[in-house]
């Protein structure tokens, strides 16, 4: 039941566990194991997502469209049946640019106001 | 593993059947700890659940939008229900449910004396001094009498309903004022200063919820009296209109008379003791009492009941729990009502529920979605109902007696709790058996041209109307009864007229008036000026008016001899002015009135009823005849009509009317005249304002109450038994339109069913009254088989009502046809619609439809 009319700016701002897993599947198809170690890995082990949270968090994304289930399996000596794989769509991508844009802006206020590390 | 698994339990099955495996998979290869794994589930599982029921929401909210007139009748339908049965229960919970507001109500009860003839008579003051003396059974033993006094001084004379209580009264509830404090036993004693305590509502509304009142003096009655105490606001007793507190303050006098019966008795139990220990334990000590005074005391006994029994009696008790009960039907009906048509809609969206589970959604997924939808539908009703249920609650107050409790039946959390709970009920009852069938539909709904309705579907709505008509024939029935019984009791002749009569009561204050002469000179100066208003036709006061004072009553003495007290010879006692017989009509059968020559220096006179006379002087000429009665030999001199002094639905003792003027100085001064009726042309409310100018003129001081005309009075008398009727009856009709809905949802949906069926008959040469057989079998076989269950039922109602049906009886054949036939014609206008689509059916186009 994906919400068409929904605009990118709509769906901000995103729970930290969805931009988390829209991180996670940009340049790849990844089953749930795979996004938790991936998110692990990027945050240097800082945030480990949980099994419920993750798939929590999927099932809303599949229902608003920001991922789908890709049929498309991994060569066969890599896969495992029990997984499914997930591939974030165009809206995904445009979620997530969205959603970077807002923090880079409040990082930026942030900083003028001497909040944040970096250069006024 | 098994651990983790098991905690998957938590989240939707749906969700579990997607992705229970993966995370399985993933809780192994991460290797959390259970403690972990158990936050985790505990965290996600209700935000699972919560994303699916906002889906469901949105979902619900959109189908519903679609079906404005499915919704707009569902949501009225449970409104209703629940609204009837919310403001029902919050007076069953007042009347029946809640304790007592005071410590351990279950232990506090009522004492009586037992004469033959008489369970419940109040107590004299030596028998209770000696009850309390001798018992082994209560903490505390306490006495109360409930008094009206005038309160002076505080703005325009005001009457008041006080209570004289023993000095250990407050020792038995068990309650603290809210400022100063409560009559203590010292308090009680002849010598001590005259006291008061004073209700909540009292000090507010009469001294403005001054503090300075403590310890101040008011006059009531005359006399000064010091306020020592206020009560807390929800203080009521010995019932909600008592006021006021005081000491018996008992002198010696008091005690002279042991069949001087005037104290209600009220008790704590000991603890661990039964109230059958506490009963056993009077009856020895009366049987001790009668043998230490074997002619006051010779048919003497006493008994103890709970005190919650008591004040609320068994009729009142009856008309509620029936009340409640047909509440519950117009519940069920709604219910099934309902179930009805979520089943007829489920049908109808067969296609696009069978569309849904082919794009995944599981059975579990549909049937929380229908679930979601019904309890939608029934929160909202359940909304409406209460506001319902606040608005109709003021008509079912008169059904409550006035208790000693906090407030009037009203709609508080715990009624609010009891809607919640009725709500889901309800929620779950008429949609579970809908949202289970459909959790079935298979992918059949997909096949083009399929026929909606299977055989098994259509008998189960046939049950659940049959279950709507057989309850709405019970409802008829009793309400048929209870009417019945209503209109035999109000067809009664009280024995006066009350057209045109007004009533009220100037309660002469003692001492100030126990001078015969004093009381003779107000009632003589206030009718002759009242008998000068214009349009006024006749005045006269009496002791107590009938039906508002049912007691009042006096052992007769016949011809010098003793008449044995074990046979009830009773009779009430009414001091009149000689206006009194002709204000209310009652007839004069022989003899003559009383009048002004009946005089103090006289012989002393009597106006007996007939019932009186029939008694003691069968065959004879009572005129002349003597008896002893209320201290003195009094002489017939005429014989009136009986008049139900106690009410339509009780027996009432015989009356004797005695003249007003020979009532020597302080002589059973509570008997003193103070009830003033008046019979005038036109509307007699007219009169009030110069009859209060009159009374003002003759007594600054003296203030009115209890200002009605006599038909109220008299309608008093049975008016929880009209509301309830009324309700009952608009629950009957309610019923009924239900039931007639339902048997046109079920015979519509039948004959769309069956149009093609019909279609090839017509075609076939089937005559118009072999296609409204069909319809009409249907119909007709639920009316009968509803009016046969619901006979059968309605019998067993009227049974367990038969106390309160007034001498109809439970199996009244007037009222067992009339509903049958009401039922028949119901089912015949409910099948009406359909019947003449099915003969409109064209062969045609509904062939060519297949």
Partial sequence: ?120 | MWFYKALLHLYPSSFRAEYGEEMCAVFERRGTSRLEAMFEVLANAPAVHWDILRQDLRYTARTLARAPGFTAVAILVLALGIGANTAVFSVTDYVLLRPFPFPSPDRLVSLWETVPGYRHMELSPSNYRDWERMNRSFENLAAVSTQEVNLIGQGAPERIKAAYVTGNLFAVLGVQPQFGRFIAPTDDRESAPHTAVISYGAWQRVFGGDAGVLGRKVNLDGALIIVIGIMPPGFHFPNQEVELWMPFQFDANAFSDRNDNYLDGVARLRPGVTIQQADADMKVIADQLRRQYPKELEHTGAAVNLLRDDVISHPRRLLVVALAGAALCVLLIACSNLANLLLARALARQKELAVRAVLGAGRERLIRQLGTESMVLSLVGGLLGVLLAGLGLPLLTTLGPSLPAAGIPAIDLRVLGFAIVVTILTGIGFGVVPALRVGRTDLNGLREGSRSGGGRKAGLRSTLILAEVTLSVVLLISAGLLLRALLRIQSIDPGFRTDGVMTLETALPMPKYENLAKRTAFYRRVLSEIHDLPGVADAGYISFLPMVMGGGIWPVDVDGKTLDRSENHTASLRFITPGFLATLKIPLHVGRNINESDAADRPMAAIVSESFARRYWPDQNPLGRHFKFAFFDRTVVGVVGDIHVRGLERSSEPQVYLPYQQQPDGNLVFYAPKGLVIRASGNPRRLLPAVRRIIQQADPEQPISDVRTLAEIVQADTAPRTVQVRIIAAFAALAFLLAALGIHGLLSFTVSTRSSEIAVRIALGAQPRNILRIVLRESVLLAAGGVILGVALAYAAGRAMQSILAGITPGDAATFLAAAGLCFLMTLVGSLAPALRALRVDPITAIRAE
Avoid: C, N
């Fill in chain 1, 1 to 120: 039941m994906a919400q068409k009319s929904l605009q990118p700016d709509e769906f901000l701002p995103l729970p930290p566990a969805t931009f988390h897993i829209l991180m996670a599947v940009a340049e790849e198809d990844r089953h749930g194991y795979g996004i938790i170690q991936d998110v692990a890995a990027r945050t240097g082990g800082e945030l480990k997502l949980s099994a419920g949270t993750l798939y929590r968090s999927i099932q809303r994304m599949l229902d608003k469209g920001l991922l789908i289930e890709t049929a498309e399996r991994p060569a066969p000596e890599l896969d495992d049946e029990r997984r499914r794989y997930y591939r974030i769509t165009p809206l995904g991508a445009a979620v997530a640019k969205a959603e970077a844009t807002r923090m880079s802006k409040l990082v930026k206020w942030a900083r003028a106001l001497g909040f944040a590390p970096g250069k006024a």
